[in-house]
């Protein structure tokens, strides 16, 4: 069931909650780690079509955090507009991809230095997230039991 997120202060722009403003960041943080996903695959793209070496690894893993941006960018606009249960999906998702990226990519040999640093800046972008989304102004637009 899908609610609006409530006013919580007085002192808000006018019809801006501090929640909506929490998520309007969120909003673009998860869009920036969208667009970084998706400059990492055209680089694998523009790699590939070039001659140059790219893995299958490569392939996979640039196309699977492109795809793990559109499903959070989903997840928090659902958010937004007061579904709890996809706020707390963008709380996991938050939290759990930038270990995930960077986990992955301290595999010895696994993917070049390139591919790494791009990656990681994917992860700071969503990481950014998980320090919104876990705020103080969030977690009480979303009370336990509501």
């Known amino acids: ?17 501090p929640a909506q403003r929490a998520f309007r960041t969120a909003k673009m943080c998860v869009g920036v780690y969208g667009a970084l996903s998706a400059a990492v695959l055209l680089t694998v793209v523009v790699l590939a079509a070039t001659g140059h070496e790219v893995t299958s690894f490569m392939w996979g893993r640039s196309a699977g955090v492109l795809a793990s941006a559109a499903v959070t960018y989903w997840l928090t606009v659902l958010a937004a507009r007061g579904a709890r249960w996809a706020y707390l999906r963008v709380r996991v998702i938050s939290v759990v991809m930038p270990v995930v990226i960077v986990a992955i990519d301290l595999i010895p040999g696994a993917l070049p230095a390139w591919f790494i640093a791009m990656q990681a800046v994917c992860a700071l972008a969503i990481g950014a997230t998980a320090f919104i989304v876990n705020g103080s102004e969030l977690r009480a637009a979303f009370p336990k039991g509501r």
């Open 1 to 17: 069931m899908n609610t609006a997120i409530p006013a919580t202060a007085e002192s808000a722009p006018a019809g801006q909650s």
